[in-house]
């Protein structure tokens, strides 16, 4: 496995579900990112994990509440979600300093709340 | 607020011409800017990852250019193909682990 790997592809969830989206790189990064894009809207940054420690939350409700044990995996936990949060949701990682490198995405996970 | 702003919103061309998409950003203090392609329901795959301190980068076809002092930056595609079609983001990072900023991208069609 190479780059970055998003599980799973599709998901369908009822509001009272509770589903947790997951990612891991092989890049040897030490930063990883949740966006979520929605139709119409540009990309828009959920979370920071920068060396395991959550830097960045930019107001996202507490229905999604991210996780990330080691520098390699990070999770996306789901539950009581509104119809309005389906969409493509994208994870990113990059190394922290590493300017020649950029940012790697996975291929995403689309979610539909139903 | 930064804000990135990408022109046009949408394209039809007949394959073979040569195209330029634009970008521009508010953010004067980038510390590099990336293209990315979409085909639809994708991920992102990087095309060109230019530092502030560089002027262009070229792959294949491609060639991006960036002037920070006019908060802009171009892709230039060459020759383009039916396979070209996508959609086209480019975004900027301002350094560390702070992510990326996106336009809304340029819906690219290429009719053969």
């Known amino acids: 496995e190479t780059g970055v790997t998003q599980t799973p592809r599709h998901l369908v969830m009822g509001m009272t579900n509770k589903k947790s989206l997951k990612c891991e790189q092989h890049?040897?990064?030490?930063?990883m990112y949740w966006y979520k894009q929605s139709a119409k809207k540009p990309l828009e940054l959920m979370f920071v994990y920068n060396f395991k420690e959550q830097t960045e939350n930019n107001s996202v409700p507490s229905r999604f509440s991210p996780e990330c044990p080691n520098s390699s995996h990070l999770f996306l936990h789901l539950h009581t979600l509104q119809p309005e949060d389906s969409a493509l949701y994208l994870c990113?990682?990059?190394?922290?300093?590493?300017?020649?490198?950029?940012?790697?995405f996975g291929s995403g996970t689309r979610l539909t709340v139903v | 607020k930064q804000e990135v702003t990408q022109i046009p919103a949408a394209l039809s061309v007949p394959e073979g011409e040569n195209l330029v998409l634009n970008c521009s950003f508010t953010?004067?203090?980038?510390?590099?800017l990336q293209w990315f392609r979409q085909d639809p329901g994708k991920g992102l795959t990087s095309l060109l990852l230019i530092q502030s301190s560089q002027r262009e980068q070229t792959s294949g076809r491609l060639n991006a250019s960036l002037d920070k002092s006019s908060g802009r930056s171009t892709l230039y595609i060459a020759a383009s193909q039916p396979g070209d079609s996508a959609t086209y983001l480019c975004?900027?990072?301002?350094?560390?682990?702070?992510?990326?900023?996106f336009g809304k991208g340029t819906h690219l069609i290429i009719q053969p």
């Open positions: 990113a990682s990059s190394q922290v300093g590493g300017a020649t490198y950029g940012y790697t």
């Open positions: 890049l040897g990064h030490n930063a």
């Open positions: 953010d004067s203090a980038i510390y590099n």
């Open positions: 975004a900027h990072s301002g350094g560390g682990a702070d992510g990326l900023t």
